[in-house]
């Protein structure tokens, strides 16, 4: 069977789109037909030309998609599904039309002979290397599901740990903002009309009085400049950030700053330590594990480090003494590898790590953003004092030349 894409009309004239299987595409129109649809056209959706497509013009799979339709996956098989029949039911309860063609079109792979992760990996962009490799390893052991149960918990896991530090960050970010518009407000519109009355007095203002017209001016004459300028430094900031040396420079500064580069090594070592857990627990070889796994760090000098460390197990090091020489792993990580080296339970050791560094991680996000509130108070605070001072000095004086 093909995954066939039709365009069709239903009985109030409205245009459907989806993906079905058949034969044949008369026996697709024949299914349409049957559902009491008009087919418009219908094209064959399968294989490496469907993955191109996909690949091309289509929405890709998120990561949030990806662990459901794992867990769904998962879930069947142990329910004893043959392979081909689970990628069918996945497909028909997502509602998502892209999630659809996509299992669709791997399920066509499977039809035809190959294996899953034979078809998985039509789509790059959409199934990652540790997703494929790890998915590779269990059909070649036959616990398939046991290895799509793992994956389902890592990306789980690895979707709620970015959706914590998210909505953690959220409320900072916000207050932010909303504190540089109040600022940027005040100088425009406020402050302007406040000291208007203090350019027809003869006395000399006080020199904060004097900054504040002249900031406000600044603001009022070239705010939209300035916004542009802010705005094209941001572009160019992001620009210079794809390229390797200025990249390679931030991530170094940002390992540099307090708290910040704390909260940068403890989130890349969870990250470093969950997927190699889950790779050495699907039997993948320690090397490849390692070269996998350094693709989901963030940090170019920690990625950079466990290259290295690749190299250096290769050669015959240990795992712990490979890492313990780049010098960016917690001293905890450390030893739990340690342990799991030398008691056969590397791929434990590895999780519990996981889960350490990833409860350090919501706790420093709870220090940065309970330090970050109160700091972000006081500086406005200041801002708003300065502008209070500045419009009360010159009435005081004025109120002093008048007695």
Excluded: C
């Excluded at 030398?342 to 220090?367: H, K, P, W």
């Amino acid at each position: 069977m093909d995954a066939f894409e039709y365009v069709a009309l239903d009985p109030t004239g409205k245009e459907r789109r989806g993906v079905l299987e058949g034969d044949s595409p008369r026996q697709v129109r024949q299914q349409l037909r049957e559902s009491g649809l008009t087919p418009l056209s219908i094209d064959v959706a399968s294989g490496a030309t469907q993955a191109r497509k996909s690949s091309l013009f289509q929405r890709q799979i998120n990561a949030m998609e990806l662990a459901l339709i794992t867990r769904q996956m998962a879930t069947l098989l142990k329910s004893g599904l043959p392979l081909e029949h689970v990628l069918k039911t996945t497909a028909s309860q997502s509602d998502k039309r892209h999630v659809e063609r996509t299992l669709l079109a791997v399920r066509a792979k499977v039809l035809e002979g190959r294996t899953l992760a034979d078809g998985l990996n039509e789509f790059p962009k959409t199934f990652p290397e540790l997703y494929i490799k790890t998915v590779s390893s269990g059909e070649q052991s036959g616990h398939l599901d046991v290895v799509l149960e793992r994956l389902a918990d890592y990306t789980e896991q690895r979707q709620q740990m970015r959706q914590k530090t998210i909505f953690a960050l959220f409320y900072p970010a916000l207050l932010t903002i909303v504190s540089f518009l109040i600022v940027v407000g005040l100088l425009t519109y406020i402050v302007p009309q406040v000291t208007r009355v203090f350019e027809t007095m003869q006395a000399e203002l006080p020199w904060i009085t004097r900054a504040l017209m002249t900031t406000s001016d600044v603001f009022r004459s070239y705010g939209i400049y300035i916004f542009i300028l802010v705005l094209l430094f941001g572009l160019l900031f992001s620009y210079l950030l794809r390229k390797p040396g200025p990249k390679r420079w931030w991530h170094k500064t940002m390992l540099r700053i307090p708290l910040v580069g704390r909260l940068v090594r403890t989130s890349n070592a969870a990250r470093f330590s969950r997927t190699l857990s889950i790779m050495a627990a699907s039997s993948v070889p320690i090397l490849d594990s390692m070269r996998i796994a350094s693709q989901v760090l963030t940090n170019m000098p920690m990625r950079n480090a466990v290259e290295e460390a690749t190299l250096r197990v290769r050669e015959g090091t240990s795992l712990y003494q490979a890492l313990d020489k780049t010098g960016y792993f917690p001293p905890m990580t450390l030893s739990l590898l340690a342990s799991g080296e030398s008691s056969g339970n590397l791929e434990g050791m590895l999780e519990r790590s996981a889960d350490i560094q990833e409860r350090e991680i919501e706790t420093l996000v709870s220090t940065i953003q309970g330090l970050f509130e109160p700091i972000l108070i006081l500086v406005m605070g200041g801002i708003v004092l300065v502008i209070v001072l500045a419009i009360l000095l010159p009435i005081f004086d004025l109120n002093q030349l008048v007695g």
